[in-house]
């Protein structure tokens, strides 16, 4: 399909060619942007920020050991380490180093990073531990003794792949590892899983699963039960949203779960599976809405399906933790968190509040070897605060651990909730975070910030720096909590989605032309922001109305949705966008694809494109070609392409400190905000 596009060259990530190209573009940024202040004072905050000795988040595992994974200025990759949970609780934590990524990386003359570990539930030291060469998503992983502080000799070791690993027993592992064309799916992606035991070649790991190469992924996964039991489960995902679930027996021989293929497993509790539905389901008789989690014996899930929890209209299911005494569900209530404590006695399960703050994100950490649970807390002007949370007769006492400093005065700010309504009448919420004092005369410089897909939540979470470098500065913050994502459930995310993808954009438009509408700011004060699927809705409204906005930071985005499928990971997101083969949804790509709807002559507001080389999900082709079709047409524009960081930009402190302050000083320049 790229047979009259000018740009594929740009689509190969590191031919001479291309990174010429993306050397020469980012030049006239890196002169623009980052020579002096404001760059300079930005970059060193941040920097200071991301290299300082962490907060302690005294959150212990369940053999009693607090984990960190620390970066600094001596160890900008990073030193795994632990302490002993008393010690941390008190303030006064003494760490025990067990893995230098800056040493192994030096040794081995390799750019890893660390991209976390995964230890065998009945043996907490024997782990394995993924490297990342330069921040990808593709992963080397080794297996390491934490008692050692060692890696294993003639261990587990997987070669770099995209790959999906889980504990079968203390020998065994379950693998997905996409080792050539022919075990890997058209998205790119593991389609066999393997049993591999230890002491044997990887070649020999015995099949036990093998999708169709036209769908997205196949994986195992082992979940643990309160009584310390397990069940393998393999899961093929048909598409995004859609997958078959699979019981692996001691025989080896997969038995499919009988849920709907939209259901999600999330984890296993009493001897049954706890699902969370995603549309209705209607067993023996009854109806189970959309958004509901059920809990089904895995053999006869049809038969035995019962109701755990449902949410209403103005709620959503977000996550779960098993306890010691039951389930800890979190929700959505109007965007901002809620915590049930859910219990099950003589055949009912009955549900009871924990109280936390209003306004907020919560996080629980939980496990049934442990007696309490933690909850993390943070919202747009509260930093992270960690509570301890034990079960007390029949409430739960809640007790304050302590809370990470403050990184701005909050005092002068406040937070409230509005709504916009968009082109079909829907009335879509938002976050508005504004100096008090802020007049509504449309001149306050103000930041909307977006994503509105694949049902990912943007509810609060504290500004930070933001709150130092644009509250401060008088500027407003605002969240946008359009269809597409999971704030509302499956429903405001499937509202938005394939021949329905518009509405996200509709929705983030209505919220801009409130602010204006309602003296917030003015379009020569506005600016939007957003990465990823982000990316392309800031893209994507840029084009439709370029009237609206002063500012435009597109990060890591999706552009050329013509092509999207056939770069990068993008063959996986045909649940969300379509198929650009199909000559139905082609019409409906292209009229929003801000790659095809670039015109000559308009006043486009200056885009900032940020991306990296080494991201191998949302291929830097995309904010490439962009740029490359505005310099065409002589439209202004700054580009920044980092050689490391992979989708996330953040895989060492001086990466993520110049794209944050890269960022910034944008936004600074173009409001003339120095």
Not at 380 to 404: I, R
């Given at each position: 399909?790229?047979?009259?596009?000018?740009?594929?060259?740009?689509?190969?990530?590191?031919?001479?060619?291309?990174?010429?190209?993306?050397?020469?573009?980012?030049?006239?940024?890196?002169?623009?942007?980052?020579?002096?202040?404001?760059?300079?004072?930005?970059?060193?905050?941040?920097?200071?920020?991301?290299?300082?000795?962490?907060?302690?988040?005294?959150?212990?595992?369940?053999?009693?050991?607090?984990?960190?994974?620390?970066?600094?200025?001596?160890?900008?990759?990073?030193?795994?380490?632990?302490?002993?949970?008393?010690?941390?609780?008190?303030?006064?934590?003494?760490?025990?180093?067990?893995?230098?990524?800056?040493?192994?990386?030096?040794?081995?003359?390799?750019?890893?990073?660390?991209?976390?570990?995964?230890?065998?539930?009945?043996?907490?030291?024997?782990?394995?531990?993924?490297?990342?060469?330069?921040?990808?998503?593709?992963?080397?992983?080794?297996?390491?003794?934490?008692?050692?502080?060692?890696?294993?000799?003639?261990?587990?070791?997987?070669?770099?792949?995209?790959?999906?690993?889980?504990?079968?027993?203390?020998?065994?592992?379950?693998?997905?590892?996409?080792?050539?064309?022919?075990?890997?799916?058209?998205?790119?992606?593991?389609?066999?899983?393997?049993?591999?035991?230890?002491?044997?070649?990887?070649?020999?790991?015995?099949?036990?699963?093998?999708?169709?190469?036209?769908?997205?992924?196949?994986?195992?996964?082992?979940?643990?039960?309160?009584?310390?039991?397990?069940?393998?489960?393999?899961?093929?995902?048909?598409?995004?949203?859609?997958?078959?679930?699979?019981?692996?027996?001691?025989?080896?021989?997969?038995?499919?779960?009988?849920?709907?293929?939209?259901?999600?497993?999330?984890?296993?509790?009493?001897?049954?599976?706890?699902?969370?539905?995603?549309?209705?389901?209607?067993?023996?008789?009854?109806?189970?809405?959309?958004?509901?989690?059920?809990?089904?014996?895995?053999?006869?899930?049809?038969?035995?399906?019962?109701?755990?929890?449902?949410?209403?209209?103005?709620?959503?299911?977000?996550?779960?933790?098993?306890?010691?005494?039951?389930?800890?569900?979190?929700?959505?209530?109007?965007?901002?968190?809620?915590?049930?404590?859910?219990?099950?006695?003589?055949?009912?399960?009955?549900?009871?509040?924990?109280?936390?703050?209003?306004l907020g994100t919560a996080e629980v950490t939980a496990d049934p070897r442990m007696d309490a649970a933690y909850v993390t807390f943070r919202s747009f002007l509260q930093p992270t605060t960690l509570y301890q949370v034990l079960p007390d007769g029949d409430a739960y006492a809640v007790t304050e651990l302590g809370a990470y400093p403050s990184l701005f005065d909050a005092s002068p700010f406040e937070v409230s909730q509005d709504t916009a309504t968009s082109k079909d009448g829907t009335d879509?919420?938002?976050?508005?975070?504004?100096?008090?004092?802020?007049?509504?005369?449309?001149?306050?410089?103000?930041?909307?910030?977006?994503?509105?897909?694949?049902?990912?939540?943007?509810?609060?979470?504290?500004?930070?720096?933001?709150?130092?470098?644009?509250?401060?500065?008088?500027?407003?913050?605002?969240?946008?909590?359009?269809?597409?994502?999971?704030?509302?459930?499956?429903?405001?995310?499937?509202?938005?989605?394939?021949?329905?993808?518009?509405?996200?954009?509709?929705?983030?438009?209505?919220?801009?032309?409130?602010?204006?509408?309602?003296?917030?700011?003015?379009?020569?004060?506005?600016?939007?922001?957003?990465?990823?699927?982000?990316?392309?809705?800031?893209?994507?409204?840029?084009?439709?109305?370029?009237?609206?906005?002063?500012?435009?930071?597109?990060?890591?985005?999706?552009?050329?949705?013509?092509?999207?499928?056939?770069?990068?990971?993008?063959?996986?997101?045909?649940?969300?966008?379509?198929?650009?083969?199909?000559?139905?949804?082609?019409?409906?790509?292209?009229?929003?694809?801000?790659?095809?709807?670039?015109?000559?002559?308009?006043?486009?507001?200056?885009?900032?494109?940020?991306?990296?080389?080494?991201?191998?999900?949302?291929?830097?082709?995309?904010?490439?070609?962009?740029?490359?079709?505005?310099?065409?047409?002589?439209?202004?524009?700054?580009?920044?392409?980092?050689?490391?960081?992979?989708?996330?930009?953040?895989?060492?402190?001086?990466?993520?400190?110049?794209?944050?302050?890269?960022?910034?000083?944008?936004?600074?320049?173009?409001?003339?905000?120095?």
């Amino acid at each position: 399909m790229g047979g009259d596009d000018p740009y594929t060259w740009l689509e190969d990530a590191t031919s001479a060619e291309s990174l010429e190209w993306v050397a020469e573009t980012n030049q006239a940024t890196l002169d623009a942007l980052t020579e002096g202040e404001p760059f300079t004072s930005l970059y060193r905050d941040h920097y200071n920020e991301r290299t300082k000795e962490p907060p302690l988040r005294c959150i212990p595992e369940a053999d009693g050991f607090v984990y960190q994974f620390k970066q600094d200025a001596t160890n900008p990759r990073g030193v795994w380490r632990r302490t002993e949970v008393a010690g941390c609780l008190g303030g006064s934590p003494a760490w025990d180093v067990l893995l230098d990524v800056d040493k192994l990386a030096a040794e081995e003359d390799e750019d890893w990073f660390y991209a976390g570990s995964r230890c065998y539930y009945n043996d907490a030291d024997t782990c394995l531990i993924s490297f990342s060469r330069g921040g990808k998503d593709a992963t080397v992983i080794r297996e390491f003794d934490k008692a050692t502080k060692a890696f294993v000799q003639d261990g587990f070791t997987l070669p770099e792949a995209k790959s999906y690993v889980a504990w079968s027993d203390e020998d065994t592992l379950l693998i997905a590892h996409g080792a050539g064309e022919e075990s890997l799916t058209t998205s790119g992606y593991p389609r066999q899983v393997k049993l591999w035991r230890r002491g044997t070649p990887l070649s020999e790991a015995e099949l036990v699963f093998e999708a169709e190469k036209d769908t997205v992924l196949a994986a195992g996964e082992s979940l643990h039960d309160v009584d310390g039991s397990s069940l393998r489960i393999i899961t093929n995902y048909v598409d995004f949203y859609h997958a078959d679930n699979y019981v692996l027996g001691d025989d080896g021989v997969p038995v499919k779960i009988e849920v709907p293929q939209d259901a999600t497993i999330w984890d296993l509790f009493q001897g049954k599976l706890l699902v969370r539905l995603a549309s209705d389901w209607t067993v023996a008789g009854t109806t189970l809405k959309a958004g509901a989690l059920a809990a089904v014996a895995p053999d006869d899930a049809a038969g035995t399906a019962e109701l755990v929890y449902a949410p209403d209209e103005r709620s959503a299911f977000v996550g779960l933790a098993k306890s010691s005494d039951g389930l800890l569900v979190t929700q959505l209530r109007d965007v901002a968190s809620e915590i049930l404590s859910f219990k099950y006695a003589d055949g009912a399960w009955t549900s009871k509040p924990i109280p936390i703050p209003p306004l907020g994100t919560a996080e629980v950490t939980a496990d049934p070897r442990m007696d309490a649970a933690y909850v993390t807390f943070r919202s747009f002007l509260q930093p992270t605060t960690l509570y301890q949370v034990l079960p007390d007769g029949d409430a739960y006492a809640v007790t304050e651990l302590g809370a990470y400093p403050s990184l701005f005065d909050a005092s002068p700010f406040e937070v409230s909730q509005d709504t916009a309504t968009s082109k079909d009448g829907t009335d879509v919420p938002y976050f508005l975070v504004k100096p008090t004092a802020a007049a509504a005369d449309g001149k306050n410089p103000t930041l909307l910030y977006g994503y509105g897909g694949f049902e990912h939540v943007l509810s609060p979470s504290y500004l930070g720096l933001t709150g130092k470098h644009w509250l401060e500065k008088g500027g407003v913050y605002v969240l946008a909590n359009i269809r597409g994502g999971g704030e509302f459930g499956p429903a405001w995310h499937q509202a938005a989605i394939l021949e329905d993808k518009q509405r996200s954009y509709d929705d983030f438009i209505a919220i801009a032309e409130d602010l204006i509408a309602k003296g917030v700011t003015s379009p020569e004060h506005l600016a939007i922001q957003g990465g990823s699927n982000g990316g392309l809705l800031v893209g994507a409204v840029t084009m439709q109305r370029p009237d609206l906005f002063g500012a435009v930071s597109c990060q890591v985005p999706l552009l050329d949705m013509m092509r999207y499928h056939e770069i990068g990971a993008g063959a996986s997101w045909m649940g969300e966008y379509g198929n650009p083969e199909d000559p139905e949804m082609a019409e409906i790509i292209r009229a929003y694809s801000p790659y095809h709807n670039i015109q000559a002559g308009v006043d486009y507001p200056p885009i900032l494109f940020t991306t990296t080389t080494t991201d191998d999900r949302v291929h830097p082709a995309h904010a490439r070609k962009m740029a490359a079709r505005l310099k065409e047409m002589n439209i202004p524009f700054y580009f920044y392409e980092g050689e490391k960081g992979g989708h996330a930009g953040s895989a060492d402190p001086e990466t993520y400190s110049f794209l944050q302050a890269l960022n910034t000083t944008y936004l600074y320049r173009v409001f003339e905000r120095q």
